[in-house]
């Protein structure tokens, strides 16, 4: 457990030695609550909930935390200091569970710091809380296995742009399986509907829609847990190999 929290500080102070950290925050800030306030009309719906801002969630997700994720690995593997890092008293696991709990921490951060949200919804009107604390809670369990996919690219490659791509690229076609456009395609293609259903449970939307509306199920939570668990354990492989 130590080793794992030495590594848990050195990579969380990492991400705030440089201005990129700082960077990060800003931009998933004015992203996140830019659209929502100004280009999707968040004020003009007369709805104290923020269904809108889970529903683009993802899809700001889907960019932002490849970008946060991206230097995890593939900057010790550029610079050489990984081996270094595998070298010292600690287990590759505990290196790679380390670097994910504070590239997580970091991405936490950031969530929390939507907490304007909330407050807009509370001025409106009377919003019902239970659905947006579970919401914040789904969120951020997503946001744990955004960042495991993250982390296992970036230990694919020492070129943090590779790493971006592949990561978009795979949370890409975790978060379209689940979309309604994607769906509807498939049933007009005549596919049948528990077939649709079926590659619609691969879907990060599909699992957390239901966290955002006050349903926490078990099988959401497992959904996440396994690819999180999933991905740092290959993680791990393609480490040690």
Known sequence: MQAI???????????????????????FLLTIMGICWFAMGFFEQGDASLTLFFN??????????????MRLWSEEKRSGTWELLLTLPITTTQAVVGKFLAGWAFVGL??????????????LGE?????????????????????????????LTKNQVISFV?????CFV?????????SDFMLGLGLPVNVVDAVSNFSFVTHFEPMYK????????????????????????VLER
């Open 110 to 123: 950031g969530l929390a710091l939507t907490f304007l949200m909330p407050i807009s919804v509370a001025i």
């Open 56 to 69: 683009l969630l993802p899809w700001v997700y889907l960019f932002l935390i490849p970008a946060s994720g």
């Open 166 to 170: 592949l990561s978009v690229g795979i």
């Open 5 to 27: 929290l030495s590594v848990f500080k050195r990579e969380l102070c990492a991400y705030f030695r440089t201005p990129v950290g700082y960077v990060f925050l800003a931009v």
């Open 214 to 237: 006050g349903v926490i199920a078990v099988r959401d939570l497992l959904f996440f847990a396994s690819v999180t668990i999933s991905a740092l354990l290959l993680n791990v492989v």
């Open 127 to 155: 919003p019902d809380w239970g659905p947006i604390i579970t919401g914040y809670l789904g969120a951020f369990i997503m946001a744990g296995s955004y960042l495991a996919i993250c982390s296992l690219t970036s230990s």
């Open 174 to 182: 975790l978060v379209f399986l689940g979309w309604n456009v994607f």
